[in-house]
């Protein structure tokens, strides 16, 4: 019975969410259609998509979501990229991926960064946000919004029946949204960094790949992948960004050690 009381009581902030957005509706479900979320063009929408950010923040249990571990995964990184993030003055949202523990699952990126920051939308699946690409806002738009509060990410539609989908506390995060969820995330900062299983694996191999009876051509390619990533990863290392796993931090600092 207490138990059936918690939950309950925790149930309240999904409830008070679906009370408060019961009567908005507003885009198209699925992939289609307009792919710039900040809806600079269209006041009606975009009033429309701020009232369920204000929902959403009026209802969630932001101590929660401070706890989850958000990371925000890359799939082809560059120096460059990763050098802007660890950079950046965390106005523009990102998106990344929560986990309340590792393992930290994932299909979506090769290395990721982890995110502090204020959780302003989150959900268990991210096709229920669609929250689109910085590529697809127009140059002129973006900077316009960097001069004053930072580029906004944004549900690309809403229908009530959408709302069971999101992430208000404890209770309605799910295990089974592991690396398919989405936390959008403001006024953030790059406090760690993690390797994809298959990439550590890779550069793992790699470092131990020697020249016995193999093809000349798979060894080429298997020694090869270590060196690709040194440049990158010392550069995480240079700007004294922790691993999140602390055998990752051991293979890349085996890996800047070894002889080229």
């Known amino acids: 019975m207490i ?7 925790l149930l309240e902030d999904l409830q008070g969410f679906k009370d408060r957005t019961r009567g908005i509706t507003y885009g198209e479900d699925g992939y289609f259609g307009k792919n710039d979320t900040t809806f600079d063009d ?7 998509a701020r009232s369920i950010k204000s929902a959403w923040a009026a209802e969630a249990d932001h101590d929660f979501m401070d706890r989850v571990i958000k990371v ?3 799939k082809k990184p560059s ?4 050098a802007n993030l660890i950079d950046s003055n965390g106005k523009d949202e990102i998106s990344c991926m929560g986990y309340l523990r590792g393992p930290y699952e994932t299909e979506w990126g090769n290395i990721g960064l982890r995110i502090d920051g204020r959780t302003t939308l989150a959900a268990n699946n991210m096709d229920a946000l669609y929250s689109g690409y910085m590529r697809s806002v127009s140059p002129s738009t973006i900077e316009k919004y960097r001069k004053t509060s930072g580029v906004p990410k944004r549900a ?3 229908s009530p029946r959408k709302s069971d989908a999101f992430i208000l506390d404890a209770s309605t995060f799910s295990s089974k949204g592991r690396g398919f969820n989405e936390f959008i995330v403001d006024n953030w900062t790059v406090t760690g960094v993690i390797l994809s299983d298959i990439t550590e694996a890779a550069i793992s191999v790699s470092l131990n790949y020697e020249y016995k009876n ?5 060894y080429q390619r298997n020694s090869s992948i270590a060196e690709e990533w040194k440049p990158l990863l010392k550069l995480v290392v240079d700007r ?3 691993f999140i796993k602390r055998s990752q931090g051991q293979l890349v600092k085996r890996l800047l050690n070894a002889a080229p």
């Open 3 to 9: 138990r059936a009381l918690i939950r309950g009581i």
């Open 42 to 48: 269209d006041p009606s929408t975009r009033a429309l």
């Open 72 to 74: 925000h995964w890359i």
């Open 79 to 82: 120096l460059e990229s990763v």
């Open 156 to 158: 690309k539609s809403w």
């Open 214 to 218: 193999v093809d000349w051509y798979d």
């Open 240 to 242: 004294k960004i922790p």
